[in-house]
């Protein structure tokens, strides 16, 4: 009796699971995660069979997490790596440098990124974002920049408003990440961009609650109108 083989554990398997990655995250990327199928990912890698995706992954849950699980790891490296410094030189408090340790690595990460910063892009705007983030390890060391980040809002912001700062530089450094990765015009000018975006992080973690007056809200009369009524 033949031993059972896992899918995708011989070379050719791989490649193929590699390869239905490679062009499901061209595609999110390219047309956003709803408009792509499973059937039209398969076709585009020029696969015979058009259940191939299905076969690897299950389904578009399981594609979309098998993408960030391939990609992330790289990345979670070095932000494990630089976590770890922080911790040791008792700097977990310092927000512009918890920042950096969760902006750099993914910067650095861009001239081997493919699509992906694009296609995180794309799932940021998608309501099956947050689940299939927390759902990948892959995903763990930044679910810890972010909470760190949090802890250093709550000294000063209310909850409702942590969260939304949150959201904010979430989808400020997704869009970011994913501008520099099209734009591919090289290490200097990431770096430089990479600089300003964690400071606007930091900004936006560390800045204040701003409460507007009452009169912020009221409408205001057209001028000529207001004559009218005289």
């Not at 554990?9 to 709803?34: P, W």
């Not at 993914?106 to 947050?130: K, T």
């Not at 990948?136 to 810890?144: E, G, H, I, L, N």
């Amino acid at each position: 009796m033949q031993p059972v083989v896992p899918r995708s554990s011989n070379a050719g398997g791989r490649e193929t699971r590699r390869l239905l990655l490679r062009t499901a995250e061209r595609l999110f990327a390219q047309q956003g995660i709803d408009a792509v199928s499973l059937r039209q990912i398969a076709a585009a890698a020029k696969m015979r069979n058009t259940g191939a995706v299905a076969y690897h992954f299950g389904d578009k849950a399981g594609l979309i997490r098998a993408i960030i699980d391939d990609r992330q790891a790289q990345i979670d490296k070095g932000v494990r790596r630089q976590l770890a410094e922080l911790e040791q030189q008792g700097r977990l408090d310092d927000l512009r440098a918890v920042c950096e340790a969760g902006i750099q690595p993914a910067v650095e990460e861009i001239p081997e990124s493919g699509h992906y910063f694009r296609f995180l892009a794309q799932l940021d705007r998608h309501p099956q974002a947050i689940p299939e983030l927390q759902a990948s390890d892959a995903f763990k060391s930044m679910m810890r920049i972010l909470k760190l980040q949090d802890e250093a809002a709550r000294r000063h912001l209310p909850a409702a408003l942590v969260e939304h700062r949150r959201r904010f530089a979430t989808h400020l450094v997704f869009a970011a990440l994913a501008d520099l990765e099209a734009a591919n015009a090289g290490r200097e000018a990431n770096e430089v961009v990479m600089a300003d975006l964690i400071g606007c992080v930091a900004a936006l973690y560390s800045a204040p609650a701003w409460t507007p007056k009452p009169e912020a809200f009221q409408p205001s009369v057209p001028a000529t109108r207001s004559r009218r009524r005289k």
